[in-house]
């Protein structure tokens, strides 16, 4: 497989987890290059869950070697407790398993800070964050004040730590919020140092290594292209560059060098966290896409707003992001609606629209225009082929390619493996 960049094509939870699982297999590295524990890559192998977070999906199968770029916000703890849990399930990743020592710390303050923030916010402010701490620590990356890695495995972590945690605790105190403890956060952090220090390591070179001797690179993006700092629903966000150009500042990857970007898309749409959908559903058939898709955030376990398939998103995602092939995920749980329907355009203030507006407020205000089409009433999930797919879902399928000029490269048909039908890639 040439150089792939992956992304979420609409609001996160696309199913990106069990699609990087899938392609893991022809790849020799898979990297993660942007945002943090907020994630939650689900992976079915056989009858095991796994739910990664900061992990690359790649990491379940034997000898791929797995990065975390530069651009990923890496909270330790909870990397210590995926990489241990990992271990004790016999997953063994030593020698293939890299962390960049460029990658920011997600401290204690950070989590605290992003708590206070959204308990204070009344209204339009809340963003409906995980609380992992991911906005204040890329907040204090481009403010020049975080610690990386490489500082975290330091001997001067204690030392580089102490005034980050004098100030945090000002702001903290000015919030409203506890002081935190200095000597409790050094000697937790020095502990989980001690345990990540085998796996940290400038990983520039081995990427680039890796390009040189033209293995495989799969590049593993968390979040979506609504979420993305700059092109998503903004203020409505995550706070990192999901989208495909991220691949690049978050690992070091040079642009000319990616031969493809893969877009993920369920047959659908759902949404974490507050911010305008345009295509949510209140009502019995949002209930059915929720229980039958079984849409609860991996992470903090939040249900998920859910809405039919809005055509304006993936065709910006398209575009934005360069996709060449799409793959189209979750279209099973479709499978038991009579009349499916598809944002085809909005219309706002009286006028059509055919692209995402920047401002949220307009957005807001954007009523979708619906196309409908006949729904398959037939059980999808252990179908194996394009073939076997009913008449109508493949007119489904064809529809949302036609409405974003993007061919379909993969199916997925439920959460295992082998419900994947792999169409061009
Ligand atoms: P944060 O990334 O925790 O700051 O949250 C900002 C927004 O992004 C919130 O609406 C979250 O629900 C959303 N978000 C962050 N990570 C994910 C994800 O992995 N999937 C879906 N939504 C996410």
């Given at each position: 497989?040439?150089?792939?960049?992956?992304?979420?094509?609409?609001?996160?939870?696309?199913?990106k987890g069990k699609i990087i699982d899938?392609?893991?297999?022809?790849t020799d590295v898979v990297v993660r290059f942007q945002g943090g524990s907020n994630a939650g890559h689900t992976v079915i192998v056989g009858d095991e869950k796994y739910v990664l977070h900061l992990m690359p999906s790649g990491i379940l199968h034997p000898g791929k070697v797995c990065i975390i770029?530069?651009?990923v916000v890496v909270n330790p703890v909870a990397l210590v407790d995926e990489v241990?849990?990992?271990?004790?399930?016999?997953?063994?990743?030593?020698?293939?398993?890299?962390?960049?020592?460029?990658a920011h710390v997600v401290l204690p303050y950070h989590g605290a800070l992003d708590s206070q923030r959204e308990?204070?916010?009344?209204?339009?402010?809340?963003?409906?964050?995980?609380?992992?701490g991911i906005g204040p620590a890329y907040s204090d990356k481009v403010a020049r004040v975080g610690l990386r890695m490489g500082d975290l495995v330091s001997p001067d972590f204690p030392e580089l730590l102490k005034g980050r945690v004098e100030n945090a605790n000002q702001v903290l105190i000015a919030m409203g919020a506890e002081a935190l403890d200095y000597d409790d956060i050094c000697r937790e952090y020095s502990a989980m140092a001690d345990r990540?220090?085998?796996?940290?390591?400038?990983?520039?070179?081995?990427?680039?290594?890796a390009l040189k001797e033209n293995k495989n690179i799969l590049f593993e993006g968390a979040q979506g292209t609504m979420l993305d700092i700059d092109f998503g629903t903004f203020p409505y966000v995550t706070s990192s560059n999901a989208t495909a150009g991220g691949a690049c500042t978050g690992t070091g990857i040079p642009p000319n060098r990616i031969d493809q970007v893969l877009g993920v898309v369920k047959a659908y749409t759902t949404r974490v966290g507050e911010g305008p959908f345009p295509t949510e559903l209140l009502d019995v058939d949002g209930e059915t896409l929720a229980r039958e898709g079984h849409e609860f955030g991996a992470t903090t376990g939040r249900p998920r707003r859910c809405g039919w398939f809005d055509a304006v998103v993936a065709r910006y995602a398209a575009d934005i992001n360069g996709?060449?092939?799409?793959?189209?995920?979750?279209?099973?749980?479709?499978?038991?609606f009579e009349r499916i329907k598809i944002a085809v355009a909005y219309e706002v203030d009286g006028e059509r629209c055919e692209s995402i507006p920047a401002s949220v407020t307009k957005l807001a205000r954007c009523k979708p225009i619906y196309e409908e089409m006949p729904g398959w009433l037939t059980r999808t999930s252990e179908m194996t082929s394009l073939e076997?797919?009913?008449?109508?879902?493949?007119?489904?399928?064809?529809?949302?390619?036609?409405?974003?000029?993007?061919?379909?490269g993969i199916l997925s048909v439920g959460a295992g493996r082998r419900q994947t039908l792999r169409i061009k890639i």
């Open positions: 497989m040439p150089t792939t960049v992956l992304v979420g094509a609409q609001w996160g939870d696309e199913g899938v392609l893991s297999e022809d770029g530069n651009g241990n849990e990992l271990v004790e399930r016999g997953v063994d990743f030593e020698g293939r398993f890299f962390v960049s020592d460029r308990a204070l916010s009344t209204g339009s402010e809340k963003i409906g964050t995980t609380k992992r990540l220090r085998p796996y940290v390591a400038d990983c520039v070179p081995i990427l680039i290594g996709i060449d092939q799409w793959a189209i995920t979750k279209l099973d749980v479709l499978d038991t076997q797919l009913p008449q109508a879902a493949r007119n489904y399928l064809d529809r949302l390619c036609e409405l974003t000029g993007v061919e379909m």
